[in-house]
């Protein structure tokens, strides 16, 4: 949380709202959030004329110049750089994320902007939330088969088994008659969200004696329609290239494991929506995703949230492999344990709302305007 007295000073340059002078905006503390770096917004500087200024005022390093194109003809801006140059403050969408920015390397060349004091001093990570009353709420969804809380959880299995007849996959393990575990991922699929990975996981799943579903599109997916077709009719695998939002809500309403195995992150949306569903994630721990899925192997200590989940650090096959089989042996070799994981995540499902994230944001811009935030 920010204070009001942190805030004394703007740290915009003047000559910036020297072209506001007389204007509403004059003596504007604008505040940046970013969502992703990789985002940059590479511009001309005779486009940028069409904001009504020159771009060439703000062509130098200490502005909007993209130090990539120093010596081009013609050099660029960056839009991005200079939105954190100017503003009086930035945000990304979780705590992990700005640190990663700041010091992690995942600021990439903007590094040596991130790098001055003055604009450290104004960086800020404030997590993202989900709308979990109506949006993403088991409870009262109408594109589930049947509702379920941590109260009444038993709905739970049922939309698992409306999903496995739905993609036509085996409905118990043909040896025993237990239910497979079913891992699913949901995702845009290109190489930020750890691609390789998720093929390894289709792999591994099935391995393991689980399933696998998938609903994504994007143009790295080669490697997964190759599977999709190798394990058509294995009844333990089954894809969707594209999306539907009918699906999706199915999907995280059948799903037991829930794989975001991203290269970066800068929030993350999928595994809060899981932990409302009481879909258990195994997940790559950076960005948002170390911020908000806590490993149960690493227990409980006092101040920290609960654990909900599974991590991992690395971005090779034995680094997933690790964390999802944990999680397949918890599901298949504890069942209690894994039903009280379940439960207690339905229960916590609520806490990834925007009623944190809002109070936060509430505080920061009032702390950027001088004001008092109550």
Same mark, same amino acid.
């Given at each position: 949380m920010?204070h009001?007295?942190?805030w004394?000073?703007s740290?915009?340059?003047?000559?910036y709202?020297?072209?506001?002078?007389?204007?509403?905006?004059h003596?504007?503390?604008?505040?940046?959030?970013?969502?992703?770096?990789?985002?940059?917004?590479?511009c001309?500087q005779?486009?940028?004329?069409a904001?009504?200024f020159s771009?060439?005022a703000?062509a130098?390093?200490?502005?909007a110049?993209?130090?990539?194109?120093?010596?081009?003809?013609?050099?660029?801006?960056?839009?991005?750089?200079?939105?954190?140059?100017?503003?009086s403050?930035?945000?990304?969408?979780?705590?992990?994320?700005a640190?990663?920015?700041?010091?992690g390397g995942?600021a990439?060349?903007?590094?040596?902007?991130?790098?001055?004091?003055?604009?450290?001093?104004k960086?800020?990570?404030?997590?993202?939330?989900i709308?979990?009353?109506?949006?993403?709420?088991p409870?009262?969804?109408?594109l589930i088969?049947a509702c379920?809380?941590?109260?009444?959880?038993?709905?739970?299995?049922?939309?698992k088994?409306f999903?496995?007849r739905g993609?036509?996959?085996a409905l118990?393990?043909?040896?025993?008659?237990?239910?497979?575990?079913?891992?699913?991922?949901i995702?845009?699929l290109?190489?930020q969200k750890g691609i390789?990975?998720?093929?390894?996981? =289709?792999v +591994?799943?099935? #391995?393991? !004696?689980?399933?696998f579903?998938?609903? @994504?599109?994007?143009?790295?997916?080669?490697?997964?329609r190759?599977?999709a077709?190798?394990?058509a009719?294995?009844g333990?695998v089954?894809?969707h290239?594209?999306?539907?939002?009918?699906?999706a809500?199915?999907?995280?309403?059948?799903?037991?494991i829930?794989?975001?195995?991203?290269?970066?992150?800068?929030?993350g949306?999928?595994?809060?929506?899981?932990?409302?569903?009481?879909?258990?994630?195994v997940v790559?721990?950076?960005?948002?995703?170390?911020d908000?899925?806590?490993?149960?192997?690493?227990g409980?200590?006092?101040?920290?949230?609960?654990?909900?989940?599974?991590?991992?650090?690395?971005?090779d096959a034995a680094?997933?492999d690790?964390?999802?089989?944990?999680?397949?042996k918890?599901?298949c070799d504890?069942?209690?344990?894994?039903?009280e994981? =379940?439960? +207690?995540n339905? #229960?916590d !499902?609520?806490?990834w709302?925007?009623? @944190?994230?809002?109070?936060?944001?509430?505080?920061l811009?009032?702390?950027?305007?001088?004001?008092?935030?109550h």
């Amino acid at each position: 949380m920010l204070h009001a007295h942190e805030w004394q000073s703007s740290a915009v340059p003047m000559m910036y709202w020297e072209y506001f002078a007389g204007e509403p905006l004059h003596g504007s503390r604008p505040v940046l959030t970013i969502h992703n770096m990789d985002n940059s917004g590479e511009c001309r500087q005779d486009e940028f004329a069409a904001t009504g200024f020159s771009g060439e005022a703000f062509a130098t390093v200490d502005k909007a110049l993209d130090e990539r194109t120093i010596g081009h003809n013609p050099e660029r801006l960056c839009l991005l750089k200079g939105g954190i140059v100017y503003s009086s403050a930035v945000t990304t969408v979780s705590p992990t994320y700005a640190q990663e920015v700041l010091t992690g390397g995942a600021a990439g060349w903007l590094r040596s902007t991130l790098a001055r004091p003055e604009i450290g001093a104004k960086f800020w990570g404030v997590l993202n939330g989900i709308d979990t009353e109506e949006a993403w709420n088991p409870e009262i969804d109408a594109l589930i088969p049947a509702c379920y809380s941590s109260r009444v959880p038993e709905g739970k299995e049922l939309c698992k088994r409306f999903l496995r007849r739905g993609f036509g996959l085996a409905l118990e393990d043909e040896q025993t008659g237990h239910s497979r575990p079913l891992v699913a991922v949901i995702s845009r699929l290109v190489p930020q969200k750890g691609i390789h990975l998720i093929e390894r996981a =289709v792999v +591994r799943t099935v #391995e393991q !004696g689980g399933q696998f579903v998938l609903l @994504g599109a994007g143009h790295a997916d080669g490697g997964l329609r190759r599977l999709a077709s190798e394990y058509a009719s294995s009844g333990h695998v089954a894809m969707h290239f594209g999306y539907s939002e009918t699906l999706a809500h199915l999907i995280y309403a059948g799903a037991d494991i829930f794989l975001v195995p991203s290269m970066f992150e800068p929030c993350g949306l999928t595994q809060m929506i899981a932990l409302r569903y009481g879909a258990v994630p195994v997940v790559r721990r950076t960005g948002g995703l170390a911020d908000t899925v806590f490993d149960v192997d690493d227990g409980q200590s006092q101040g920290k949230p609960p654990p909900n989940g599974f991590t991992f650090d690395g971005t090779d096959a034995a680094a997933l492999d690790g964390a999802l089989d944990r999680a397949l042996k918890m599901y298949c070799d504890h069942s209690g344990a894994w039903k009280e994981l =379940v439960v +207690r995540n339905l #229960e916590d !499902g609520i806490r990834w709302s925007w009623k @944190g994230p809002a109070a936060s944001y509430l505080q920061l811009y009032a702390g950027v305007a001088g004001v008092v935030a109550h």
